[in-house]
Every structure is written in structure tokens, then in C-alpha cells.
């Protein structure tokens, strides 16, 4: 249950990151989502982003502030969403 609700704060930090510029509090916050996301799924760095194509220092780099790229924002917005599953995302 908290990890549904997690993942609908994420959903709606992740929405509103096309409005707002890179470097901000808003930013932080979003990093500080995704963080506590992955925590809460009982995964590593590298298993985490890895789905989403993204290596484990850009996935760290993500959790502590940089700004995230358009196509991995898609596809986590999706998964937060439910429309995505791991399955989806496997290579």
C-alpha cells in the first residue's frame, strides 16, 4: 500500500518535471522519490536503472540531483504508473 502511494507521488513529481528547469527544488525532490522508490522495491542501484536502460553511476547520479533525460523520464512515469511491468522492460 505505501508503495502505491509512493509510486503515485512519483508519477505526479515525474509530470510535473516538464515545467520546471533542471537544478531546482522541485528536481531534488524528484531525486529524492526515485531514491526512495528503489529503496523500497529491495533493489540495487544497478538493478533498478538497469531496466530502464540506464547504467548504475547514471541511476545514482539521477537519485542525487541531474537532470533526467526525456525518453528514461517516459518510460519511468510509465512503470510508476502501472503501464510498464518489469517484464516489459527486460532486454
Given at each position: 500500500?505505501?508503495?502505491?502511494?509512493m509510486c503515485?507521488?512519483?508519477?505526479a513529481e515525474l509530470?510535473?518535471q516538464?515545467?520546471?528547469?533542471?537544478?531546482?527544488?522541485?528536481?531534488?525532490a524528484?531525486?529524492?522519490?526515485?531514491?526512495?522508490?528503489r529503496i523500497?522495491?529491495?533493489?540495487?542501484?544497478?538493478?533498478f536503472?538497469?531496466?530502464?536502460?540506464?547504467?548504475?553511476s547514471?541511476?545514482?547520479?539521477?537519485e542525487?540531483?541531474?537532470?533526467?533525460p526525456?525518453p528514461?523520464a517516459i518510460?519511468?512515469r510509465?512503470?510508476v504508473?502501472?503501464?510498464?511491468?518489469d517484464?516489459?522492460?527486460q532486454v
Open positions: 500500500m505505501a508503495n502505491d502511494m503515485g507521488a512519483l508519477a509530470e510535473a516538464q515545467a520546471v528547469q533542471a537544478g531546482g527544488p522541485a528536481q531534488q524528484r531525486s529524492h522519490d526515485l531514491r526512495r522508490l523500497a522495491k529491495r533493489e540495487s542501484q544497478e538493478k536503472w538497469s531496466r530502464f536502460g540506464v547504467t548504475q547514471s541511476g545514482s547520479r539521477f542525487t540531483g541531474l537532470a533526467i526525456a528514461v518510460l519511468l510509465l512503470y504508473n502501472g503501464r510498464l511491468s517484464g516489459d522492460l
